[in-house]
Each structure stands twice: as structure tokens, then as C-alpha cells.
């Protein structure tokens, strides 16, 4: 299970945002404190950010913490809206940039924590990795991220043993689901940031409950139920 973070708010730097926190993605890749599977996140990272419009994306196969030229560059690379993860890839599953999240359809991001029955899911051409959530996003994409929420509970149903946290953004919204994992909110005065888990001990995060679908923009935060599973 991986660990996820999004932001929507005033520009932020990724070194900011990921690397600087006490418990932020750098930590977690190492020592998560809420991981229910796995143990650490050494099998890669991502880091995806609009520049303006622009979904740019940084992914590496390597550790976090061992990635001196992103540490270097990071604090120059800021955003208003940032999607990015560390992974700990499910057995089977490859290890390369490609099966790491952000994935996009070239207008999101989108991370995936958990894992899914690549069987319960449609053949996707535009896959970018054979990685069960690459082929998930492919899914995710394809059905159009207003489906989201309908998506995660259809595969879902298919799949009971799978874990669908997703976190996906485009620049002007943020969307997530929970579905098996934790998820934790922190809405400041410049912005809202979704995570896997806390990335401090700011008495502000909130914990969002299984089986929802969170959805943030400019003016407003929206958690709701998954239909019919609650
Ligand atoms: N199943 C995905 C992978 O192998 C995500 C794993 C995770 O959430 N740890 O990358």
C-alpha cells in the first residue's frame, strides 16, 4: 500500500509539501506511522504538478530518500495544485517509473493506494504499465473521472478484496476516494491538503471515513458517502 498526497491551494514547493513535513512522503517512504500494508515505500516514487494547465510529472523506480537531484530541485518546483506518491509495489507487480504513480490522461493525476484483481478489469490500451494501477487509472480514465465514484464501487464490487483509495487531481479540483485505506484531510488557510496520513501533528487533520469520495475545489470541500455501501 502506497502512500499518497494532494494539494490544491496557493502555489506550493514540493520540497514543501513532500519533503520537509516530520511525517511527510520523504518519512513515509521509510517509516510510514498509519501503513496497514506494507512496510515501508522503496519502490519508487512520483511527484506530478500543473504548471498552469500543464500535467508535468517526475517519477523514479528508486527510493525517495535516496534521490539527491529531486532533493535539490524540489524547493524550486511549486505548484497550486500537486498530486504525488511513494510506493510499495504489490507482489507481482513491476518496479519501473511507468507502473508509478501520478498517472495521466494528459488532463489528471492520478495515485492509487491498494490493489485490485487486474482480471475484474477491462482490457485498457492506454495502460501506461501492466501494474494493476496503471491498468486501474486506464479504467478510471476511459469511464470519465465524473464516474469515480461509481467506478470505485462497480470494481469494488467485483473485486471485494481490493483496496481503491484513489487521489487524482487537474489542476482546479481535487477528487479521492477511500476504499479500504486511511485518508486524512487538512484544510488550511491557503489550501487543502489530502493524505494518506498525517504529514504533522497539526490538530487541524481530520480523518475521512471508509467508503467515501472526497472532492475539493477553489471555494469548497465536499465528503460524501459511496452510494449504497455505508
Ligand atoms: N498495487 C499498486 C502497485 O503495485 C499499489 C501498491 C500500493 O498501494 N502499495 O504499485
Do not use: K
Not at 38 to 60: E, H, I, Y
Not at 194 to 200: C, F, Q, R
Amino acid at each position: 500500500m502506497c502512500r499518497h498526497l494532494g494539494w490544491l491551494g496557493t502555489p506550493r514547493s514540493l520540497a514543501e509539501l513532500m519533503l520537509e513535513p516530520a511525517h511527510g512522503l520523504l518519512v513515509q517512504s521509510y517509516a510510514p506511522r498509519r501503513q496497514r500494508h506494507g512496510l515501508m515505500n522503496a519502490d519508487g516514487w512520483g511527484a506530478g504538478f500543473f504548471d498552469g494547465a500543464v500535467p508535468r510529472r517526475w517519477r523514479s523506480a528508486a527510493p525517495l530518500w535516496g534521490d539527491a537531484s529531486f532533493a535539490s530541485v524540489a524547493p524550486a518546483l511549486s505548484s497550486h495544485c500537486v498530486v504525488a506518491a511513494v510506493r510499495s509495489a504489490t507482489v507481482g507487480m513491476p518496479v519501473e517509473p511507468s507502473a508509478t504513480a501520478p498517472f495521466t490522461d494528459g488532463r489528471w493525476l492520478l495515485s492509487h493506494n491498494g490493489v485490485v484483481d487486474r482480471g475484474v478489469l477491462p482490457t485498457c490500451a492506454g495502460a501506461e504499465s501492466v501494474c494493476d494501477s496503471a491498468v486501474l487509472a486506464a479504467t478510471i480514465f476511459a469511464r470519465g473521472m465524473a464516474a469515480l465514484g461509481a467506478t470505485v464501487i462497480e470494481v469494488g464490487v467485483a473485486d471485494p478484496a481490493a483496496r481503491l483509495n484513489i487521489l487524482a487531481g487537474d489542476g482546479s479540483r481535487l477528487l479521492a476516494t477511500t476504499w479500504g485505506d486511511t485518508l486524512s484531510m487538512l484544510h488550511g488557510n491557503d489550501g487543502v491538503v489530502l493524505a494518506s496520513e498525517p504529514y504533522d501533528d497539526d490538530p487541524r487533520w481530520v480523518d475521512i471515513p471508509d467508503r467515501h469520495l472526497v472532492e475539493v475545489t477553489a471555494g469548497s470541500v465536499t465528503v460524501t458517502p459511496l452510494e449504497g455501501t455505508s
